[in-house]
């Protein structure tokens, strides 16, 4: 006669997923305690390409693997001012009251990404290479006499790469 598993038989003893509250974001320049929200590293492997043979399809990797962009929103204190931050970086890309635009050395940087346990120790680690603004937003929360919420200021930063350190 064949055992019967129970469930505490089939699960870890410790078994603690991540979650989606127990992170840290480093970007130099940019208060971490700002962070409201942030999306992990995605990355899409070239598109398929179809192989057609006698009566069937095979499929393999077609161009390079990319790397998307990322998003990350902040809250927006009065001191220090994360839309001031911001701009900071922003004026390495491009400065607007000169029209001139700044070299990818300038305003590239690395950006670390932490998720923690509960106790805060580090569980997994990426690494952001050669990071820089994409699309920055300091407008995301409308402006409303109605309302009292926090304002924040969003931005889309696209990495060269990432490498999941752990």
Same mark, same amino acid.
């Given at each position: 006669? @064949?055992d ?7 699960? @870890?003893?410790?078994?603690?997923? !991540? ?7 480093? *970007?130099? +320049?940019?208060?971490?305690? %700002?962070? !409201? %929200?942030?999306?992990?590293? !995605?990355? %899409?492997v070239?598109? =398929?390409?179809e *192989?057609?043979?006698?009566? &069937? ?5 077609? +161009? ?13 204190? *009065?001191?220090p &001012? @994360? ?7 922003v ?6 009251? %000169? ?12 950006? +670390? ?13 990426w690494? +952001? ?10 407008? =995301?929360?409308?402006?409303?006499? @109605?309302t009292?919420?926090?304002l924040s ?6 990495c ?7």
């Open positions: 006669m @064949a019967v598993l129970e469930v505490n038989q089939m699960l @870890a003893n410790s078994y603690e997923p !991540k979650r989606a509250n127990r992170w840290v974001l480093d *970007i130099d +320049g940019i208060d971490a305690f %700002t962070l !409201k %929200t942030a999306a992990r590293p !995605k990355i %899409t070239g598109e =398929t390409k *192989i057609n043979y006698i009566n &069937s399809i095979r499929y393999i990797r077609g +161009g390079p693997a990319k790397w998307d962009a990322i998003a990350i929103e902040l809250y927006d204190p *009065i001191s &001012s @994360a839309s001031q931050k911001v701009m900071e970086w004026r390495l890309h491009h400065e607007s009251l %000169t029209g001139r635009d700044g070299y990818q050395s300038f305003f590239q940087k690395d950006i +670390g990404l932490q998720l923690l346990d509960p106790v805060g120790a580090v569980v997994e680690r690494r +952001g290479e050669n990071g820089w603004i994409v699309d920055a937003d300091f407008n =995301t929360t409308a402006l409303d006499y @109605a009292s919420d926090p200021v969003s931005l889309t930063i696209q060269d790469r990432w490498i999941l350190e752990f």
